[in-house]
């Protein structure tokens, strides 16, 4: 019995060690690089620079003890989950530079990791979460990204992934354990931007009303509904639980638990200075003084001009070799066709967290905030790409490996 199994575990072994040297090289390469950087002035310079310096400035805060987080009067839509890390780097690495670059290297390397073990878990298939993994890893947006800037987009990206897992594991196993898993990295991901909560209302959203459509057939659908609501009541509190270190300090100090400044400007101002060049403290602008000087053609150009930067230009630009967009292009086109059903919610979950993107791109034209929230999703539709053409790619690394991949899950 053991000489039958060994084969099968060295066929699923070899897989696992591929991911894990991805890793260690992502790893290892990224961290030279973040120590050739902070030897020179420049690169030191850039490390903390526009953004950086304010998320470093936090974090000096929390090495002194004070976690008050009185910084959001002048400074209302920063989270506290990064400079928190920042700090516990600095005081790991004595203040040196190394160690704050650090951080996003790890988050990047864990994202890698998780990207890999998400689509696994889904697919069943070791060929097509190592290959669109190896598309994820190659991104040169996000390799510049993790090691040349203080920003929290690698750690926003690693929640992301996690939502993402736990959406299509809930849907897949109705294990309420995953729908507890999204709540709670919703919240992490709201420690590190405020942008996800339209995750979190998103994600909570999509599965009650795919669980309660689930159910619309029987005839006790209404006490089935009212039952369903309990697990999604604890995962609303488990994300506002999670999320306190968010939304308590703003509560205390503005009244407001969703209060972020000058950044909901964005969305009623068609100029990146409108809404830019005034004080963060405070909001200028209402959807009032959009409705009173705009029309319905003037909000369709706007919504066709963030579909055609958010959805097409940007991530193309910041691809440079966009072979992951175009394998994540196939892969909704087939979504829509052919589904599954959890990829087709997968498709909405995603719509609704891009559109935010796309309605302030006019305002803010800056590629980094959008793509690094919609570039996550891209290694998962890519997958479902991959998984339709799956025995032509493993004939051909067949061919040109000693092993075959083990076969995908019926």
Known sequence: MSDRKCPDTNKILRPLRF????????????????ALLVRTKKGAETLVSSDSS????????????????????????????????????????????????????VAMTLAIGSVYYGILRFWSDHLIAGLATMCFSFNLFFWRLASARLLTEPLYALFLVWVIISFLQYLQSRKIAWLFAGAFFSGLEVLTRP?????????????????????????????????????YFCAALLFILAAVPAWLPRLIYFGNPFYTGYLTNFLW????????????????????????????FQVIERIGHGIWNVCIRI????????????????????????????????????????????????????????????????????????AVYRLRISQIFTRLLPYQFPASAP
């Open 54 to 105: 304010q998320y470093l400035t936090f974090s000096r805060e929390f090495l002194k003890g004070d976690f008050s987080m009185h910084y959001i009067h002048n400074v209302p839509h920063r989270e506290p989950l990064y400079p928190l890390l920042l700090a516990i780097a600095t005081k790991l690495g004595a203040g040196n530079l190394f160690f704050l670059g650090e951080v996003n290297v």
């Open 315 to 386: 991530p193309i630009t910041d691809e440079k070799i966009p072979v992951l967009y175009v394998l994540c292009v196939g892969g909704i086109w087939i979504t829509i066709r052919k589904g599954p059903v959890e990829y087709r919610l997968l498709l909405v979950l995603f719509a609704i967290q891009l559109f935010p993107f796309i309605w302030t791109n006019l305002a803010n034209p800056t590629r980094r905030v959008p793509y690094g929230s919609t570039f996550p999703f891209e290694p998962f539709f890519a997958a479902r790409f991959l």
């Open 195 to 231: 942008s996800g909560v339209f995750d979190a209302a998103a994600l909570l959203g999509i599965l009650f009303i795919a669980d309660l459509s689930r159910r619309s057939e029987n005839k006790r659908f209404l006490l089935r509904a009212v039952h369903q609501i309990l697990p």
């Open 269 to 296: 101002v068609d100029t990146y200075h409108l809404a830019h060049d005034v004080d963060e403290r405070f909001p200028n602008y209402t959807w009032r003084d959009y409705v009173s000087s705009h029309n319905a």
């Open 19 to 34: 991911i894990a040297i991805l890793m260690a090289c992502y790893f290892v390469a990224n961290s030279v690089h973040v």
